[in-house]
């Protein structure tokens, strides 16, 4: 009889350091410069306070302005959930996390890079974002394609 293989337990592991390696990323991305005008550069909460000059304003602004403040603590929820060992519950979160965020992230990406135009996209911010999304979402998956445990059964015995 041998004992349960190390392999899952490593590769849950790996992912959920992947994982939170790639949150902490993210969210870092959220404060660096998405917005340049002139000189002045603005994280993605100063652009969201700005959503009204976009037409963002009222219900769908709110429901943007929400969501994306919301994916800081999602990041915070998913991390101590791989601390605690609730691996796949953080990584179906970390999932969720990676898909939003890197999907703005990507878009304000694609849209960026002009740098002779006096208001543009600064790419810090979407590529960090996009970055940490895209290695959340590699840890995510690490942990959820880790084979689960199984019961030992016992000779003569129930598992």
Known sequence: MTGPSVEPTTRRWTGAVLGV???VTAVTGFFLP?????TVTRTSYEVLALRGFAGLDGVPGE???GA???L???AVCCVVLWAVRFHRIAAWLALVFGTIAGTVA???AVQGGNEAALVGISLTGPVTTLGGAVLGIAGAITVLTAKSRTAISTPGGAP
């Open 106 to 108: 990507a878009l304000a």
């Open 63 to 65: 429901v943007v302005r």
């Open 21 to 23: 390696v790639g949150l």
């Open 34 to 38: 998405w917005l340049r005008s002139g």
């Open 72 to 74: 800081t603590p999602l």
């Open 68 to 70: 994306w403040v919301a």
